[in-house]
Antibody
Framework: QVQLVQSGAEVKKPGASVKVSCKAS????????LHWVRQDPGQGLEWMGW????????NYAQKFQGRVTMTRDMSITTAYMELSRLTSDDTAVYYC??????????????WGQGTLVTVSS | SSELTQDPAVSVALGQTVRITCQGD??????ASWYQQKPGHAPVVVIY???HGPSGIPDRFSGSSSGNTASLTITGAQEEDEADYYC????????????FGGGTKLTVL
């Protein structure tokens, strides 16, 4: 079945970087964009950006420009999201999600299980 | 503007009908999709497009759209429908970005 499996929880110190992985299976990896979404504790969903696994092209939300890098490794059908210069405000659950876009209709399905990143000194 | 607005909280009596709304200029161009999120779990799509429900989603969930407002309707709400609901759309300014509403917490009384 179509599945996205993310890497495990991380604890990082302020100023460090974190790299979260998202392993795709059950479909053609290069056929669908992958998005990253984060959720601060007790808060709503916040879109971070997307990667086109076919070309490696990316598009980031302005808030994360300069701090986020999305990459992929086609040989192992895995996408990565690296966030640098972490602060306590980056403590959140990070999700990857597969994009479906048909004309004016778009939806995310499935989602990864989420990766908790805790930033603490 | 590039925003989607949702009511923070809505309640419904067990078995009754509830409508959750999402407003934003982008909804004049793009359909919303709707996501259900229960505590400790990833979001799950319940409605996308004009009114499509993925397999496995009960048909008591339906969607509609008019002008700059999209709606998710639950007809005959059940206890298990108590959750946070988020709308999502594309930004219509041409930057290929994605927008999420702030979420609506649904309580089933």
């Amino acid at each position: 079945q179509v599945q996205l499996v993310q890497s495990g929880a991380e604890v990082k110190k302020p100023g460090a970087s974190v790299k979260v992985s998202c392993k795709a299976s059950g479909y053609t990896f290069t056929a669908y964009y992958l998005h990253w979404v984060r959720q601060d504790p007790g808060q709503g969903l916040e879109w971070m950006g997307w990667i086109d696994p076919n070309s490696g092209g990316t598009n980031y939300a302005q808030k994360f420009q300069g701090r986020v890098t999305m990459t992929r490794d086609m040989s192992i059908t895995t996408a990565y999201m690296e966030l640098s210069r972490l602060t306590s405000d980056d403590t959140a659950v990070y999700y990857c999600a597969r994009d479906h876009l048909v004309g004016p209709t778009g939806w995310f399905d499935p989602w990864g299980q989420g990766t908790l990143v805790t930033v603490s000194s | 503007s590039s925003e989607l607005t949702q009511d923070p909280a809505v309640s419904v009596a067990l078995g009754q009908t509830v409508r959750i709304t999402c407003q934003g200029d982008s909804l004049r161009t793009y359909y919303a999709s709707w996501y259900q999120q229960k505590p400790g779990h990833a979001p799950v799509v319940v409605i996308y497009g004009k009114n499509h429900g993925p397999s496995g989603i009960p048909d008591r969930f339906s969607g509609s759209s008019s002008g700059n407002t999209a709606s998710l309707t639950i007809t005959g709400a059940q206890e298990e429908d108590e959750a946070d609901y988020y709308c999502k759309s594309r930004d219509s300014t041409g930057n290929h970005h994605v927008l999420f509403g702030g979420g609506t917490k649904l309580t089933v009384l």
